[in-house]
T-cell receptor, first 109, second 119 residues
Framework: ELKVEQNPLFLSMQEGKNYTIYCNYSTTSDRLYWYRQDPGKSLESLFV?????AVKQEGRLMASLDTKARLSTLHITAAVHDLSATYFC?????????FGAGTRLTVKP | DTAVSQTPKYLVTQMGNDKSIKCEQN?????MYWYKQDSKKFLKIMFSYNNKELIINETVPNRFSPKSPDKAHLNLHINSLELGDSAVYFC??????????????????FGSGTQLSVL
C-alpha cells in the first residue's frame, strides 16, 4: 500500500526565514505533486515532479524529488505572510494516488 | 468560468437523511474524482471515473454511490447519513486517468469543496 508522510504537520516561521517541508512515500513512484490549500478554499496545484532529480521553482518555493530516497522537499526561501496555507504532497503510482496529511504553515511578521 | 464546480458549498443535514453533491467540469477532461478531506485535513480518494466508467472505488461504505451521467458530471449520492460522514468533499478532474497523471505534466483540478455537516 502506498503511504505518504509529511513533516512537519505544523510550521510557524518568521518572515524572511527559510524552511523545508519533507514528504516521504513508501513505494516506488516517479510522479509527485505539491498542492497549496488556503483556509476554506480548494487545492491549487503548485508543482508536478516527474523524475529523479527533478527540481522546480516558482517564486519563493522550490520543490525537488529524489526517487531513490522516496523523498520530496518543498523549500521556502525568505518566507512572506502570503505563503501561509496548508501544503500537501501527493504521490501517484499506477492506479493509486495518495495525499500526505498536509503541513499547515503560518508565517508571522 | 469555473473549471470544476460543485454544489452545494455547504450542506447541513440530520442523521439518516439522503443527500447528493453535484460536480461538473467544463475542461473537457476524461476523468473525474471524489475526495474526502477529514477534520485533520487528510485527503483520501473515494472514487474515480474515466469516461463514465468506474475506475477506482476505495474502501467506502456502500451508502456512498457515485453517478456519472456523462463525462462532464460526477455526482455523489449519500444514503443514511452518519455523524462520521461530516467532512469536506472535493471533486476533481484530470485530462486523462491515473496512469497519465504526471506523464505529460498533467494535473488535477479541484472544485471548491462541499462542507458536509451531519447533525
Amino acid at each position: 500500500e502506498l503511504k505518504v508522510e509529511q513533516n512537519p504537520l505544523f510550521l510557524s516561521m518568521q518572515e524572511g526565514k527559510n524552511y523545508t517541508i519533507y514528504c516521504n512515500y513508501s513505494t516506488t513512484s516517479d510522479r509527485l505533486y505539491w498542492y497549496r490549500q488556503d483556509p476554506g478554499k480548494s487545492l491549487e496545484s503548485l508543482f508536478v515532479l516527474l523524475s529523479n532529480g527533478a527540481v522546480k521553482q516558482e517564486g519563493r518555493l522550490m520543490a525537488s524529488l529524489d526517487t531513490k530516497a522516496r523523498l520530496s522537499t518543498l523549500h521556502i526561501t525568505a518566507a512572506v505572510h502570503d505563503l501561509s496555507a496548508t501544503y500537501f504532497c501527493a504521490v501517484a503510482n499506477n492506479n493509486d494516488m495518495r495525499f500526505g496529511a498536509g503541513t499547515r504553515l503560518t508565517v508571522k511578521p | 468560468d469555473t473549471a470544476v464546480s460543485q454544489t452545494p458549498k455547504y450542506l447541513v443535514t440530520q442523521m439518516g437523511n439522503d443527500k447528493s453533491i453535484k460536480c461538473e467540469q467544463n475542461l473537457g477532461h476524461d476523468t473525474m474524482y471524489w475526495y474526502k478531506q477529514d477534520s485533520k485535513k487528510f485527503l483520501k480518494i473515494m472514487f474515480s471515473y474515466n469516461n463514465k466508467e468506474l475506475i477506482i472505488n476505495e474502501t467506502v461504505p456502500n451508502r456512498f454511490s457515485p453517478k456519472s451521467p456523462d463525462k462532464a458530471h460526477l455526482n455523489l449520492h449519500i444514503n443514511s447519513l452518519e455523524l462520521g460522514d461530516s467532512a469536506v468533499y472535493f471533486c476533481a478532474s484530470s485530462q486523462h486517468g491515473w496512469t497519465a497523471l504526471g506523464a505529460t505534466n498533467e494535473k488535477l483540478f479541484f472544485g471548491s469543496g462541499t462542507q458536509l455537516s451531519v447533525l
